[in-house]
């Protein structure tokens, strides 16, 4: 089992950055690809991001392609979301998750592949 810890949320003006982190423990984290998914009041939870093991491979949503970057740094087992020019409509809780499975083959984007979950970070961005 992972265990996963999301920080760096908080309130910032439109145009303005965050960087999130998710800190995992528990298997080898290197081993797994991870992903970046948000959650808006009165909506599904969606895919932002995610991450081959190796950090080669990355897949965005269109909507922050350009302005979102994921990166992972397997030495410290952290996983990056840095989040620049943004929009209110990127307000929501911000959720990493790992996708664990052997052999997985590309990058997954819908939440039922991701097997450990972390609590999410509230972002929210003010027009």
């Known amino acids: 089992q992972v265990q996963l810890v999301e920080s760096g949320g908080g309130l910032v003006q439109a145009g303005g950055s965050l960087r999130l982190s998710c800190a995992a423990s528990?298997?080898?984290?290197?081993?797994?690809?991870m992903g970046w998914f948000r959650q808006a009041p009165g909506k599904e939870r969606e895919f932002v991001a995610a991450?081959?093991?190796?950090?080669?491979?990355?897949k965005y949503r269109d909507s922050v392609k350009g302005r979102f970057t994921i990166s992972r740094d397997n030495a410290k087992k952290t996983v990056y979301l840095q989040m620049n020019s943004l929009k209110p409509e990127d307000t929501a809780i911000y959720y990493c998750?790992?996708?664990?499975?052997?052999?997985?083959?590309?990058?997954?984007?819908?939440?039922?592949?991701?097997?450990?979950w972390g609590q999410g970070t509230q972002v929210t961005v003010s027009s």
């Open positions: 528990g298997r080898t984290f290197s081993s797994y690809a």
């Open positions: 998750a790992a996708d664990t499975a052997p052999l997985r083959v590309g990058l997954m984007t819908t939440p039922s592949f991701f097997d450990s």
């Open positions: 991450i081959s093991s190796s950090g080669g491979s990355t």
